[in-house]
């Protein structure tokens, strides 16, 4: 069954942000995305750990950021009564919709005693010791069971001290047994967000709603996917642990980092806030991961990871286009190693990754002097990818620790082109016709964009592979693209601006050769006709 395929990351309705322009890192490190190419910046204060960045959504200026212990202002000091929160593990900022200058910071603490895992620092006084400190606090820290971590948020009030921010509220206890990671996604109706998070030693994700109203504390439990539990290892890195959402909100990677092939990928619902589906990557030679990410259009995720049995560092692609049995067994690539020497450490990705405003991936790498790699082109196949492994150097070293930018809409893409909304194609299992569940995304997508262009009439065209004879199959694929009309009619969208075609196996996009290519020949396409 094909689960995964391109998503649109639908932005024609919604203004371009600039929310996420600036992020820190480790040691005082940054890049700023108001400029191209983007600056490197080392004016930040934290030596380490998750660090999340807010930025003014119109003017892309920094607001504040954090490591969930202190918030810190625009002029890098930290902001009133923005010390002392419990948050060192995981932090998500996520803007209070509809309240102007509002944000919550929601925040993972793992031992609550650990109120200062490190101090603020002056980067003109950063020096490398500051990281072992930061690595030594963190993982006293991380001794502590993880059954203790607790959920956390607390309130930012833009609006006061003259636009430099205070602290409302800090401290709110949601929950207790989390898993150490968290994100959140754009609701479907682009105003509200969900916090998406998932309890410990169990298979649930738990999501919360943030509309205007606020924090809605009657979360969402959708129990998928395999249980999650302490491995009993007691080093700091083979106990991480991730969640990262994909650009488009639609699926959501979830990685402990040491536990070989434990990767599991979930198919998320942004209107309801249920997950449908998730899949395991199984890959053997899977070990210790260090960073994962999504290409902006979904249809790619990237691993950094120490080959099992080896001191060699690998990143591999999986594309999520292919049908799902075939996501390892054929599009599993080794687009580069290094064998763990100096030499080699600057021609490689071995920290985390983070897809960025201008559709580049950033990886870090280095340890005493820091350098941040880029995939360049992140959408293509393994085989066409450039890099530049040396695109920004920093003398004062980096964490393996990228900063964190969340998805929070609006995209931080350049707004998708009309013609590149219909140029998306939904893919069908053979013989098949049924709307599944995971076609819903590209499908309300769509539906938007009618709704608010209320002239545009379209023409949906169904296909088929060459399985079959051609009259059955101009039967299958007619029925293909009236199953997609009779959605938008049901949805109240005028039968009349619709237009329905079959065209069997007549225009294949590539030769029926083998599965992989037939399944791409079993699907729909979209055209504006007026």
């Keep these: 069954m094909i689960f995964f395929f391109i998503l649109l990351t639908f932005s024609v309705a919604f203004s371009q942000s600039n929310q996420g322009n600036i992020i820190y890192f480790g040691n005082g490190n940054g890049l700023d995305f108001n400029y191209d190419p983007p600056k490197a910046l080392t004016d930040g204060v934290f030596a380490g750990g998750s660090i999340s960045t807010i930025c003014d959504e119109k003017t892309g200026k920094l607001l504040f950021y954090t490591d969930g212990i202190n918030v810190i202002n625009s002029t890098h000091k930290i902001m009133k009564n923005g010390n002392d929160l419990l948050g060192h593990a995981s932090n998500v900022i996520i803007p209070y919709p509809q309240k102007k200058g509002l944000y919550y910071i929601f925040s993972i603490s793992i031992n609550d005693s650990v109120t200062s895992s490190y101090e603020v620092f002056d980067p003109k006084k950063l020096v490398k010791t500051n990281q072992n400190e930061w690595l030594k606090l963190r993982a006293k820290s991380d001794t502590v069971n993880q059954s203790n971590a607790k959920l956390y948020y607390h309130l930012i009030d833009m609006n006061k001290n003259n636009g430099l921010g205070e602290v409302i509220k800090k401290n709110q206890f949601l929950y207790k047994c989390i898993f150490s990671s968290l994100t959140a996604a754009r609701h479907a109706n682009g105003k509200d967000f969900w916090l998406i998070t998932h309890q410990f030693r169990n298979d649930n994700f738990r999501v919360y709603l943030i509309n205007e109203k606020g924090l809605q504390e009657n979360f969402i439990t959708t129990t998928i996917g395999e249980k999650l539990f302490y491995d009993g290892m007691s080093s700091l890195y083979e106990r991480r642990r991730k969640i990262k959402i994909s650009a488009n909100f639609q699926y959501l990677c979830l990685a402990q980092y040491v536990l070989t092939n434990n990767i599991q990928i979930f198919k998320f619902d942004n209107n309801t806030g249920n997950f449908l589906k998730f899949i395991r990557l199984v890959d053997k030679d899977m070990y210790n991961l260090r960073g994962l990410e999504f290409s902006p259009d979904a249809s790619k995720l990237y691993l950094n990871f120490i080959e099992h049995n080896s001191n060699k560092f690998f990143t591999k ?22 064998d763990h020497t100096r030499n080699a450490e600057k021609f490689s990705f071995w920290g985390d990754m983070q897809v960025a405003r201008d559709g580049k991936i950033y990886a870090l790498k280095g340890v005493n002097n820091g350098w941040v790699s880029t995939i360049e082109n992140p959408n293509e196949d393994w085989n066409k990818l450039k890099f530049n492994f040396e695109a920004y150097t920093y003398t004062q070293g980096s964490m393996l620790d990228l900063g964190n ?13 009309i013609d590149e909304l219909f140029s998306r194609q939904i893919l069908f299992d053979t013989k098949q016709s049924k709307i599944e569940s995971w076609h819903e995304p590209i499908l309300v997508d769509i539906f938007q964009f009618l709704e608010e262009n209320k002239d545009t009439k379209i023409t949906i065209i169904g296909h088929t592979d060459n399985e079959g004879n051609s009259k059955e199959n101009q039967k299958l694929s007619f029925q293909r693209a009236k199953s997609i009309a009779d959605y938008f009619v049901n949805k109240k969208i005028d039968k009349n601006r619709i237009k329905v075609e079959g065209l069997g196996d007549t225009k294949p996009i590539i030769d029926n050769e083998n599965e992989e290519n037939k399944s791409k020949n079993r699907r729909v396409e979209f055209l504006i006709t007026e």
Excluded: A, C, G, R
Aim: aromatic fraction near 14%; charge should be positive; glycine fraction near 0%.
């Design 317 to 338: 692609q999986y594309n999520l286009e292919l049908p799902e049995s075939d996501i390892v067994k054929k599009s599993k690539s080794h687009i580069f190693y290094n």
């Design 405 to 417: 930018i969340t998805h929070l809409l609006p995209p931080f893409f350049s707004p998708i082109k």
